[in-house]
């Protein structure tokens, strides 16, 4: 056949090669696929305040320095299995603490990100007290946690620190899942950010809260949800999700916490005491 | 809390295609929703079986309880089953599948956490309402929630309330055929 006769792609100046578009994308900050939409409902009663709100595309943390940005944590929870093991991943330490534990007789990794966001598991023989904590950061002898967990809290309630004795931690593949959810009345979020400024905690019916999560087999996208009933007056400007159960310091660079997904709201509701917020937030993968 | 709701079909998000138009209603009903590189992505049914996996906090049940007893709500009081229930319909469902694609219900219960509850409730006694100064929740009513909470259930009386609430019928269970007597003896 001659070459002719092949069917030829249509040329214009306006397309680009393959390379020109590849080097024009490296230019821009990437775009994930797996992303979050955020909808905001407003339960006020017969008040004017009630509204049913509609999808709106989230903010992914993808600049983030740290192991707070959602592509390191999707990467890590997806991915990171056994090879993530070592020697390390099951010792003895010499003390714990309400914060994490140290004396690690065998070399943690510290290179990179090093364990942040995986999950430890903590024994302490006096007490016979089992619990979990999310690692924050860690040195070679020493981990950091958010807290440590009462594994049987579907709310996760901080546990009781193990005493010893002997304490044996176990340190897991894999991330904490970002199911923790929270608000605040600051506004203007960023793909840089790695906390939620202006976190309302102290606000009665405001602090950070374990979503409801639901998935139906074979659908391509899970849901959160959460009900914060107001008791105070309050303008909410963004939500985020989390994958830890505290609080972030305010100092960039000390969160706690994976922060993948957060979201300003278009028209930032006032809530008085009594009313209540639905955040619904539908991930799809 | 883990509820498993059976589904002879469910709701799934695909790309608008090319020729579909989005109007302000589409968005404004939640039949569309944006997608990841622009455009939108819309809801359809999937219809064949499945089922839904919904895990509920104890801290969100508590919430729940409270919402309902919110003034602008009509301060009805709540039992942990009918919160659960309410839940299901108001919050998770609406998102997931038509309660007419329901076919049945699995349940997996926790104990009712009496300490948290009081944690979540109580500031509630004591923060007033923007209008009428009263307290959002009447402290004399706590002994009744708190004793609604706390009401002994069982997970057969979930799914049979779950069942009642969603309107979906029982399938009866088939009775025994010679081979399962044979093997019951």
Same mark, same amino acid.
């Given at each position: 056949m001659k070459k002719s006769a092949l069917p030829q792609p249509k040329r214009s100046s306006a397309r680009r090669t393959v390379a020109q578009a590849a080097r024009d994308a490296a230019k821009k900050p990437s775009t994930t696929p797996i992303y979050a939409c955020f909808r905001t409902d407003i339960l006020a009663g017969k008040s004017k305040r009630t509204r049913k709100g509609i999808y709106r595309h989230n903010l992914t943390t993808t600049t983030a320095s740290g192991y707070t940005n959602a592509y390191d944590w999707l990467a890590k929870a997806m991915g990171q299995g056994p090879s993530f093991a070592g020697t390390w991943a099951r010792q003895s330490p010499t003390g714990v603490s309400a914060t994490g534990c140290t004396g690690c007789p065998t070399t943690l990794p510290t290179a990179g990100q090093a364990l942040a966001g995986s999950i430890v598991v903590c024994y302490g023989s006096t007490n016979n007290i089992l619990v979990y904590g999310v690692i924050m950061s860690n040195t070679s002898s020493a981990i950091v946690v958010d807290q440590w967990y009462d594994a049987t809290s579907t709310s996760g309630a901080q546990g009781t620190t193990p005493t010893g004795g002997t304490f044996y931690i176990t340190v897991l593949p894999g991330q904490n899942p970002a199911a923790w959810m929270a608000v605040t009345s600051s506004s203007s979020p960023t793909t840089a950010d790695t906390f939620l400024a202006g976190e309302l905690a102290g606000v009665t019916g405001f602090s950070r809260a374990v979503g409801t999560y639901s998935h139906s087999a074979a659908a391509s996208t899970y849901s959160l949800v959460h009900l914060w009933t107001a008791g105070a007056t309050e303008t909410i400007n963004m939500e985020a999700q989390f994958g830890a159960a505290n609080q972030p310091n305010t100092t960039p660079g000390a969160a706690l916490g994976v922060m993948p997904f957060e979201s300003s709201e278009p028209n930032p509701p006032t809530l008085v005491s009594g009313d209540t917020l639905q955040n619904t937030v539908t991930i799809t993968i | 809390m883990r509820v498993v709701t059976q589904l002879n079909s469910f709701y799934d998000w695909e790309p608008t295609p090319v020729d579909v138009k989005v109007t302000p209603q589409d968005i404004k009903a939640g039949r569309v929703k944006p997608s990841a590189n622009g455009g939108y992505l819309m809801r359809v049914t999937r219809k064949y079986p499945t089922e839904n996996t919904t895990l509920i906090s104890e801290k969100t049940i508590i919430q729940r309880i409270i919402h309902e007893m919110m003034p602008n709500q009509g301060c009805v009081p709540h039992t942990r089953m009918e919160a659960i229930g309410q839940i299901l319909a108001r919050q998770v469902m609406p998102d997931q599948a038509h309660p007419k694609y329901i076919t049945g219900f699995q349940v997996d219960d926790d104990d009712p956490d009496e300490k948290l509850f009081l944690t979540l409730v109580t500031p509630y006694t004591k923060v007033t309402h923007e209008q009428s100064g009263q307290p959002l929740i009447d402290p004399e009513d706590m002994p009744m929630l708190?004793? %609604?909470?706390?009401? =002994?259930?069982?997970?057969?009386?979930?799914?049979?309330?779950?069942?009642? %609430?969603?309107?979906? =019928?029982k399938v009866p269970t088939p009775p025994a055929t010679p081979e399962v007597k044979a093997v019951a003896k």
């Open positions: - | 708190l004793a %609604k909470y706390m009401g =002994k259930t069982t997970p057969q009386n979930h799914i049979d309330h779950l069942h009642t %609430k969603f309107s979906v =019928k």
